[in-house]
């Protein structure tokens, strides 16, 4: 079996890579509590379980998806291990990524700010073709929604990022935010 030396590789699913598939590093950003790490245990998992943190450290998860044209993305996923409490990350950590997921909760409009901050961070540290998604997460609650989905989405139009409106609690759309991923991946060139 191929390991990936993660220390929390809960994926065992490790058929051999075929040369259309792909690999993907993929960072999340986002203020303390709302909810990278529920949403990494849900996509990867299937699960909602807030007890449960996935605390990786200098690791990540890995996880794969199959494609609809049977391509298979396998996301090395990183969690800041609690690091957002502070002003910058290590450079390795933005390094070599090919996507970031940038968190907010949508009862929560100081966390949509630091979203904006860590936007910037990425626009200064991440690579010029990153993707970035800003996922509003927490959509579940939107009784007690303080930030509307259009001014989000306004200004992930702004910044040429993909927006999405997640629930880690219900499921609802985090499949999609690694779909819009996968999409995007350069694809390598046939020769
Ligand atoms: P992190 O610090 O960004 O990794 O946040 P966590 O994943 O630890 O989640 C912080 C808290 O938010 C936990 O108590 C979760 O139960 C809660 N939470 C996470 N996602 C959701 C969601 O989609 N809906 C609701 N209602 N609560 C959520």
């Given at each position: 079996a191929r390991s990936t030396g993660g220390l929390n590789n809960i994926n065992n699913d490790n058929s051999a890579i075929d040369s259309k598939d792909l690999r993907a590093k993929l960072v999340l950003l986002g203020?303390?509590?709302?909810?990278k790490s529920c949403i990494v245990l849900r996509f990867v998992r299937g699960q909602f379980d807030p007890t449960s943190k996935v605390t990786v450290g200098a690791s990540f998860l890995s996880q794969t998806l199959a494609l609809e044209d049977s391509t298979i993305v396998k996301f090395e996923i990183w969690d800041t291990a609690g690091q957002e409490r502070y002003a910058a990350l290590a450079p390795l950590y933005y390094r070599g990524a090919a996507a970031a997921v940038v968190v907010y909760d949508i009862t929560s409009p100081e966390s949509f700010s630091k979203a904006q901050y860590w936007v910037k961070e990425l626009q200064k540290?991440?690579?010029?073709d990153i993707i970035m998604v800003l996922v509003g997460n927490k959509a579940d609650l939107h009784e007690n929604r303080h930030v509307s989905s259009e001014e989000a989405q306004e200004y992930a139009e702004k910044n040429n990022m993909v927006f999405i409106e997640t629930s880690a609690k219900t499921a609802d759309n985090i499949n999609q935010v690694f779909e819009e991923i996968a999409k995007r991946l350069p694809r390598p060139t046939v020769s």
């Open positions: 203020d303390s509590g709302v909810g540290h991440g690579s010029p």
